[in-house]
Nanobody
Framework: QVQLVESGGGLVQPGGSLRLSCSASGSIFSDNVMGWYRQAQGKERELVAV???????NYADSVKGRFTISRDNAKNTVYLQMTSLRPEDTTVYYC?????????WGQGTQVTVSS
């Protein structure tokens, strides 16, 4: 079993920054993909950014140039540095890890962008 623990969400003003962290523990295959997704109420969960264990990154168009994903393989931890935040970025952000047919989710962390 794999557990993901997220941290770093909160309230920030438009134009501000936040950094999300997610640490994975348990039986984790070294060749994996970690990432962040978000889900607004009444909408489907959508990809924000993902990164492979080899460092390849993929971003949603809506966050390119504003968000940066990184990871520390030794700590099984993934980060999401969010800058130039907008009110439309407000929602719950979920951490994910997947390898092979397995995918695990964190409990979610709320990000609110408001003045």
């Amino acid at each position: 079993q794999v557990q993901l623990v997220e941290s770093g969400g909160g309230l920030v003003q438009p134009g501000g920054s936040l950094r999300l962290s997610c640490s994975a523990s348990g039986s984790i295959f070294s060749d994996n993909v970690m990432g962040w997704y978000r889900q607004a109420q009444g909408k489907e969960r959508e990809l924000v950014a993902v990164i492979t264990s080899g460092g390849r990154r993929n971003y949603a168009d809506s966050v390119k140039g504003r968000f940066t994903i990184s990871r520390d393989n030794a700590k099984n931890t993934v980060y999401l540095q969010m800058t130039s935040l907008r009110p439309e970025d407000t929602t719950v952000y979920y951490c994910s890890i997947n390898y092979g047919v397995y995918r695990y989710w964190g409990q979610g962390t709320q990000v609110t962008v408001s003045s």
